[in-house]
């Protein structure tokens, strides 16, 4: 029997994060993982690969519509998508590997196995029990079930099968306007699928401020994207490796069905805590199978904590990381903290979406004074160069004392120019502050400073 300062059990985002600076700060420490490689869901089938084929079909992309626009002649690239399978596996490879280096290089034990936590202190993994003064959950979630859609990651896909069918399909379904949907969406449709996504509320991206949802449906559109809303899908039946889709529209319960090679089945996640023994423990759960902690990440039980998506909050890879630091702080006597206030989201679409802080109908619902500076991309010079002028940076900020409330881009880089403001939002800045800073030109980060402008005497280019 192997004993440990703290035994994390899950290899994803949240729990080899949590792993490393708990040896940092001095622990006996081991990581739990089944699976052949570390990193999870996010760096084996969610986050690192679909970045890889987002990638590859954006440039496919630019060489089929704006190449030639710039003096590049020449026939468009052809695409092999056994090739294009093979350079995301790589990408995959590179990262799993570089976390093996880390739990080396930081003396951190991988424990290959599925755990359980037999009692406090102890976690079973294969025949062998191993002692722990701390245990840390950190076992990621699963893709969420549909009643009435059966899943065989073939015909009927999660975003799992989604990232390695086994050829391109003509037509694909999304179920599900989210993050997951639509980023799978973009990758198929850029290789020229024919694309229709069947959304059960009125608006995509649910908790996205309602102005940037509103412009992204229509770039969405424009890409060749179907939207059919306010439909409730109530079975997907497969013959002979086709799919049909049956939903019902809320509106007026009227039924319909779509026909398709692929279904993608993208209506969430769930917290995924099967087998671990938490009932037998007694660990307190909240609905929708999440684990209950408290202000220090601590279960009902003593010495069991939990983090990322097994616990409340966004299901998103750097919140489970943020956590993972905090409580590998706790656990070694020190003050960790999130700040979840300062969260950003990004949709890794062309254009980018990224968003951090209220949105405007949350701040209307709260009954705060604020008030919005806007600037759209196409007052950017180097957005205009690369053709990438759709969209805007939108910045809320406080109407009396002018801090920076939140922040909603759509736009090219979107997902890096978000974080100058989650550092002002960190720092109490004011729009006023972001606004004084110089930026460099041609960047496209002088649109979130014109925008910062126009929360006070107005842009300058528009």
């Known amino acids: 029997m192997a004993s440990f300062d703290v035994i994390v059990i899950g290899a994803g985002p949240g729990g080899y994060v949590c792993a490393i600076r708990c040896a940092q700060l001095g622990l006996k420490v081991a990581c739990v993982e089944g699976r052949e490689t570390l990193g999870g869901t996010c760096l084996n089938i969610g986050c690192i690969p679909s970045k890889a084929l987002l990638n590859a079909t954006h440039h496919l992309h630019e060489a089929e519509h704006n190449f030639a626009k710039m003096g590049l002649k020449g026939k468009s690239p052809s ?115 024919k ?79 099967a087998g671990l023994g938490l009932e037998a423990l007694g660990v307190e759960m909240l609905p929708r199978g999440m684990v209950k902690i408290d202000d220090h990440f601590q279960t009902s039980v003593k010495g069991i904590y939990a983090i990322g998506d097994a616990v409340p909050g966004p299901m998103l890879a750097h919140k489970a990381e943020d956590e993972g630091m905090a409580v590998a702080e706790v656990i070694a006597g020190k003050h960790g903290h999130v700040n979840y206030a300062v969260i950003p989201g990004v949709i890794y679409t062309s254009p980018e979406v990224a968003s951090v802080g209220q949105t405007e109908e949350q701040l209307k619902e ?56 989650c550092v002002a939002m960190e720092f109490g800045a004011s729009a006023q502050d972001v606004a004084l800073t110089c930026h460099a030109h041609p960047t496209f980060s002088e649109a979130v400073r014109e925008a910062a402008l126009a929360c006070g005497d107005g842009a300058i280019h528009a």
């Open 79 to 193: 695409v092999d998508w056994a090739q294009m399978q093979s350079y995301k596996q790589d990408v995959v490879d590179g990262n799993t590997k570089g976390i093996e280096f880390l739990f080396k290089k930081n003396k951190v034990t991988w424990l290959k196995g599925w755990g359980s936590i037999v009692e406090p202190g102890k976690v079973k993994v294969g025949d062998e029990v191993h002692e722990a003064k701390s245990i840390v959950i950190a076992t990621g979630s699963e893709p969420a079930s549909l009643p009435g859609v059966k899943v065989d990651e073939q015909t009927v896909v999660t975003s799992t099968g989604a990232l390695s069918l086994g050829k391109i399909p003509k037509s694909l379904v999304v179920i599900g306007a989210g993050v997951i949907g639509l980023e799978m969406g973009s990758v198929y449709a850029r290789l020229g699928t």
């Open 195 to 273: 694309v229709t996504v069947v959304e059960y509320l009125d608006a995509i991206t649910p908790g996205m401020d309602a102005e940037v949802a509103k412009a992204f449906q229509k770039m969405l559109v424009k890409q060749g994207f179907e939207f059919i809303m306010g439909a409730a899908v109530q079975k997907v039946d497969v013959a002979k490796n086709k799919a049909t889709v049956t939903y019902k529209l809320r509106k007026d319960d009227s039924e319909a069905t779509l026909d398709a090679d692929t279904v993608l089945l993208a209506t969430g996640r769930k917290p995924y805590t």
């Open 366 to 421: 709260a009954g705060r004074a604020y008030k919005v500076g806007k600037f759209p991309f196409m007052g950017n010079a180097r957005a205009k160069a690369v053709f990438m002028g759709e969209g805007f940076v939108k910045i809320l900020a406080d109407k009396e004392t002018d801090r920076v409330l939140g922040c909603h881009i759509i736009g090219p880089a979107a997902g890096d120019l978000i974080h100058e403001i």
